[in-house]
């Protein structure tokens, strides 16, 4: 919200926290009691920001390149993919500068990578660097590519190996310039890089990388920081749970982190569910389950997916009751799962539970769903 209430809509610098994929304004629509349609297409607009946005969308032939850019930023930055797919075309036909199809790319490359599972990114990481060669594009925008060329290369290879190597010497390259770069964009390398030792088991080398991000987010974590600035520390915590889980295997470190991001942000649900990752990696269930329990409390996204671990857990625990219960609101949140509905049943069963006949049903729609 932040992010929007302060655009300036004429200059290039739509500030990104987080984009999500289509699954969660699904789940969000069944939550709503909304048409999934009508969410993606922007034709629910309930809230004042999602009209604002609306009306701006349907006055797309009246608006600049820069504007264009920055709408397509908001409803990418909500999910609304469709929408910005369309916004994108008009971009295409209408861009006369390098800085213009470098934020094309950037934002073909983010509907790539949540929608697509990449499969246009290399022709998206293509036009930017194109852009690039110009040295007309801001070098903390750069930065910012190079970051994503390499987070994606090392988590499902969405680059061809030639293409991450030459971003990762550029992002490398540019970084020595760390006065000329924004703390943002200094601090989100420093991350993704740290991914590239950590993926060798070098535990060193990857704490020093973090560090760094730490030390450049904490420059942006002033007295005026907003939503944006404060998401940067937070993006570090998530980073560093992981690290300390998975390369330091220092549980209590990971502990530690995740509740410095809670403290951050009491209100956003995933960071629950990733300290409750922690806690479940530990074997302590009982803590796991109250806080995958405390995820759903707080809300989206990611409702179903906390509910059916804290269920998980439940049973684990032995408070299959509990356990029982959870299945059974799944079954209205995730009525295409067949996981939810396959669990749910075999609980259902061994507590001869009148619940079983919703769960059958379930599965007996996902079957016809799929032969239809």
């Excluded at 925008?141 to 499902?156: E, M």
């Excluded at 680059?159 to 992002?171: F, H, N, S, V």
């Excluded at 396959?342 to 996902?366: C, N």
Aim: charged content about 25%.
């Amino acid at each position: 919200m932040e992010s929007f209430e302060s655009c300036n809509w004429t200059q290039f610098g739509y500030k990104f926290t987080q984009v999500f994929e289509p699954a969660v304004l699904y789940e969000l629509a069944l939550l709503e009691g909304v048409r999934f349609s009508a969410l993606v297409r922007l034709e629910d607009r309930r809230t004042e920001a999602l009209a604002s946005l609306g009306a701006m969308f349907d006055q797309a032939s009246e608006l600049s390149v820069i504007e264009l850019v920055n709408v397509s930023s908001a409803l990418i930055s909500i999910s609304r993919f469709e929408p910005a797919q369309s916004l994108l075309r008009i971009l295409s036909e209408r861009r006369t500068t390098s800085r213009e199809d470098f934020e094309i790319g950037w934002l073909e490359f983010l509907i790539s990578n949540r929608c697509g599972r990449g499969v246009n990114s290399p022709a998206a990481f293509e036009k930017m660097g194109r852009a690039v060669t110009t040295r007309e594009i801001p070098i903390s925008r750069v930065l910012d590519s190079c970051t994503q060329a390499v987070v994606w290369y090392i988590k499902r290879r969405e680059l061809p190996p030639a293409e991450y190597e030459r971003w990762l010497k550029l992002g490398t390259s540019l970084s020595q310039s760390s006065d000329h770069i924004e703390p943002g964009s200094l601090s989100s390398w420093y991350r993704g890089i740290a991914m590239v030792p950590a993926a060798n088991g070098d535990s060193v080398a990857t704490r020093r990388s973090m560090e760094l991000a730490r030390e450049a987010a904490d420059r942006c974590t002033g007295s005026e920081a907003g939503a944006a600035e404060t998401n940067m520390i937070k993006t570090y915590y998530e980073s560093a749970m992981k690290e300390y889980v998975y390369v330091q295997r220092d549980m209590d470190a990971a502990k530690e982190a995740g509740r410095s991001l809670i403290a951050l942000d009491p209100a956003w649900s995933v960071s629950y569910g990733e300290l409750a990752e922690v806690y479940l990696r530990s074997k302590q269930v009982e803590k796991a389950a109250q806080l995958y329990e405390k995820a759903v409390t707080v809300g989206p996204p990611y409702v179903a997916h906390h509910l059916l671990k804290a269920a998980t857990c439940r049973d684990q625990c032995g408070d299959l009751s509990r356990a029982m219960a959870h299945f059974e609101k799944l079954a209205g949140l995730a009525p295409r799962s067949r996981q939810v509905m396959t669990a749910g049943l075999a609980l259902a069963h061994r507590l001869s539970h009148p619940s079983s006949t919703v769960f059958k049903r379930g599965l007996q729609e996902i079957e016809t769903h799929v032969a239809d």
